[in-house]
């Protein structure tokens, strides 16, 4: 294959050898600190010796910052920056060891739902008759804890008999022939392709099974990607395996609504607009005058029509005229869609800021967008300095300021590709 695979799975059973292996080192020289400080300094609890209480501070520390292998936390640079931090902190017993033990775990509870977002399809491909969006939903859920998720991940995806031992014996037998590539193919085509029940391959693996084990150069992360390529393209063509009887009924209906409102956002005559999505077919009253709309010409917000079109909740905002649109359109902005910040927006903190061009700078918390709504931030910069206080209280997670324009999303940019993607063939025009 000619790209690098998104799924670099053996990543994975090999941080699980490594972290047991240095979890095991770490714990016994804290064990080997406690020893010495007992016999050496007489101290029973070390916690009253500062020089050994310090010595084992460092060596947990350590356990993160220093460590050269790959493990859940090796990329997250902030939170690192931040442990190390505490651990000093801890060092000087101005916090406890309890509260960093929960910090990490807040983390590692974080890295497990980016591991899910990241990895859609271990969702996706799932016929249990999951509720999937349930699911998805639980990711940007706070309230809902790690083991809840792993809970329902394992009965969306199924658990397997033998879970969590299993893993566990996959993983040491991995790490044992991780040098031996032929040895390391038989040990993947036994755990992922043959029923050991039955010793014939699962249901759909055989001509994967066939090609991952007649290649030299194939790895199971090309299999992986190749599996995956085939559900999306299953997936994408599910409608065209509908009865042609619905399809042809579903246009019918579909133009007929489109005939009777013919929804534009500006200048639509002439526009091949066959392709208008079925959310705009009904439209509200005008927003400032209440008129029923000539659908032969509508002005609509944008943003708002953009996410209707994603499936929120929000709903499609229109004007009748220009006029309307002058003398309504500001204040629907100000009151549904202005800078998240508020009064600590930096328009009105920095001096350094020009009021300027909003709608082109515009940026959208990308979190909540996952969520189908529009957090506003003036621009890149406003994001960077107030999203963190938006995320805690929005979405449960600490940010780092190094991070932040990293969760952000043009407005302008998901507004015109969603109004593309939704609307093939509609011609769009901005009213100035």
């Not at 890295?111 to 969006?133: C, H, K, M, T």
């Not at 509200?284 to 029509?305: A, H, K, Y």
Request: proline letters at 3%; a negative charge; one cysteine or more.
């Amino acid at each position: 294959m000619g790209t690098p695979s998104a799924h670099a799975m053996p990543e994975h059973w090999t941080e699980l050898n490594v972290a047991r292996r240095q979890k095991k080192l770490c714990a016994d020289a804290v064990g080997a600190i406690k020893a010495s400080c007992k016999a050496e300094c007489g101290k029973e609890n070390f916690t009253e010796c500062q020089k050994c209480y310090g010595k084992l501070m460092d060596t947990v520390r350590a356990r993160y910052g220093e460590s050269e292998d790959r493990e859940w936390f090796a990329q997250r640079r902030a939170f690192l920056h931040e442990l190390d931090g505490l651990f000093q902190d801890a060092k000087e017993r101005k916090r406890s060891l309890k509260s960093i033990e929960a910090r990490i775990e807040s983390e590692k509870e974080a890295w497990y739902r980016w591991v899910l977002r990241r990895y859609p399809e271990f969702i996706a491909v799932s016929d249990r008759g999951f509720n999937q969006e349930e699911l998805r939903g639980m990711l940007d859920d706070p309230d809902r804890s790690r083991e809840e998720l792993v809970k329902t991940m394992l009965e969306g995806i199924g658990k397997p008999s033998d879970w969590p031992d299993g893993v566990d014996n996959f993983a040491e037998k991995a790490g044992a022939v991780k040098d031996d590539a032929a040895e390391l193919k038989k040990l993947y085509i036994a755990e992922f392709f043959i029923d050991q029940s039955t010793g014939e391959a699962f249901t759909n693996a055989q001509k994967y099974l066939d090609e991952y084990r007649n290649s030299e150069g194939m790895t199971i992360e090309d299999i992986i990607d190749k599996i995956v390529l085939d559900f999306q393209q299953s997936r994408n063509a599910q409608p065209q395996r509908e009865s042609h009887q619905r399809r042809l009924d579903e246009l019918r209906r579909a133009k007929t609504a489109f005939e009777q409102n013919k929804m534009q956002t500006k200048s639509l005559r002439g526009a091949q607009t066959e392709n208008v999505g079925s959310e705009l077919y009904d439209l509200p009253p005008c927003l400032v005058c209440s008129n029923r709309l000539d659908t032969n010409d509508v002005l609509s917000c944008t943003l708002c029509q953009a996410l209707v079109q994603i499936g929120g909740d929000a709903e499609l905002t229109v004007y009748c005229s220009e006029k309307c649109y002058s003398k309504g359109h500001d204040k629907h902005v100000e009151s549904r869609h202005d800078c998240e910040a508020g009064d600590n927006c930096v328009q009105l903190t920095d001096e350094d800021v020009e009021m300027g061009d909003a709608i082109s700078k515009a940026v959208l918390c990308t979190a909540c967008l996952d969520s189908k709504q529009a957090t506003v931030y003036c621009s890149e910069r406003c994001a960077v300095v107030n999203i963190a206080a938006h995320r805690q209280g929005k979405h449960g997670v600490k940010t780092v300021r190094e991070e932040a324009s990293s969760l952000t999303s043009p407005l302008q940019t998901f507004v015109d590709s969603t109004l593309e993607i939704k609307n093939p063939g509609l011609k769009m025009t901005q009213l100035d």
